[in-house]
């Protein structure tokens, strides 16, 4: 969905409101612009995302693979939203060179990633999006056409399931029973982060945990997988026999047949946000805990009401019900869109409030002047 085009244009015009030339390249595409940035000696650091990039190397010597950055002494700075322990995020782990600055949303994560051997660790605020959405001013209440948008992954959790199916080592049986014990704790309860609770499970049978082991990574990756997947087909459930737009990457009719729902196809992530900006009100089932999303800093950049799933970052930093509201269970955020959608006066006060306090705490600027510290730039 193009997420790091994104970021990467939001980063480039606050680093060059800073003074500081950006070039974009697409690394896959154009090694060639990629071999003369390394070797160009006005070129500074690297900006990367989500660990592409970072596994860059060379053969050096004999024939031993070096960290490219580290060969040509340019250092890395990596933003990273995701778990760096994820199946998704395998291209990554090796990369520990010290010219890497690791970078992450979610402070979870950012300990784990310390734990995986990576030394140049921070967590860091995400950001709005001010150059891709415009800064002022947003679009009133009753000029927008949405009233609530959903946008919403729909995989099978069923699937995820069936990684375990065949478990046929003693260890694959153990892993197994976590599974079952852990998702089955974590679906109902939003408050409980399966990451946390996974690691807590194995800490109770005294396994030693190595979150450089494969194994450890396969039932790390399934228990998030599934959690996440299984929270939204509840949620859908329950918000069904409401006229909601939701964007999703499935058949909607098919999955949903006879809802109220109304499907939008889905596009890239900035059409989502400017769909966002053209909603009242959005919903956030959010899979971080302990972090950032980039759905919730979109709504709030586009002017809309923020209904998200349990979040510590965001319940920390905003009022609830003032700025955004946090729905505790599926049955609860049911009755809440019931009330938005039954009359929603008072939140577009809510709305503006929140996005004001993201726009000013939350800018690219913030995130830039803390990458240019951590440079000595």
Request: aromatic share 10%; net charge negative; with cysteine.
């Amino acid at each position: 969905y193009h997420h790091n085009q994104v970021f990467a244009n939001e980063i480039a015009a606050a680093f060059e409101d800073q003074g500081v030339k950006i070039k974009q390249i697409d690394y896959i595409k154009e090694i060639r612009r990629l071999s003369d940035c390394y070797v160009d000696r006005h070129c500074k650091f690297f900006v990367c995302f989500n660990g592409f990039g970072s596994e860059l190397s060379l053969a050096a010597g004999k024939l031993n693979l070096t960290s490219a950055f580290e060969y040509y002494g340019k250092p890395l700075i990596d933003l990273m939203h995701d778990c760096p322990i994820h199946e998704s995020m395998v291209h990554q782990v090796q990369s520990v060179s010290s010219y890497r600055n690791l970078f992450l949303t979610d402070y979870n994560y950012a300990f784990i990633a310390r734990l995986l051997g990576f030394r140049n660790t921070r967590f860091v605020p995400s950001i709005t999006f001010p150059v891709t959405l415009g800064q002022e001013p947003v679009k009133s209440f009753c000029d927008r056409s949405i009233d609530v948008l959903l946008p919403i992954g729909l995989s099978s959790a069923e699937a995820v399931r069936g990684r375990h199916a065949y478990a046929t080592t003693h260890k694959d049986r153990v892993y197994k029973e976590i599974f079952e014990s852990v998702v089955s704790r974590a679906v109902p309860d939003l408050r409980l982060d399966p990451l946390i609770e996974t690691i807590v499970a194995l800490q109770q049978i005294g396994t030693v945990i190595d979150f450089s082991s494969v194994e450890i990574t396969y039932l790390i990756s399934s228990i998030l997988d599934f959690v996440k997947f299984q929270r939204r087909r509840d949620l859908m459930d329950a918000v069904k026999h409401l006229p909601l737009t939701v964007i999703t990457d499935q058949n909607l009719e098919a999955e949903f047949p006879g809802t109220a729902l109304r499907n939008i196809p889905s596009g890239s992530f900035a059409d989502l946000l400017s769909t966002m900006s053209d909603s009242k009100s959005v919903i956030c089932p959010l899979p971080h805990h302990t972090g950032f999303h980039e759905r919730a800093m979109g709504a709030f950049s586009g002017g809309a009401y923020v209904i998200a799933a349990p979040n510590e970052v965001l319940e920390t930093n905003f009022l609830q019900e003032h700025e955004l509201l946090i729905y505790r269970d599926a049955a609860q955020l049911a009755g809440v869109l019931e009330r938005i959608l039954g009359n929603g006066t008072g939140i577009e006060a809510a709305a503006a409030a929140g996005r004001r306090k993201a726009m000013e705490k939350f800018s690219p600027a913030g995130l830039v002047s803390a990458m240019l510290t951590t440079l000595s730039l």
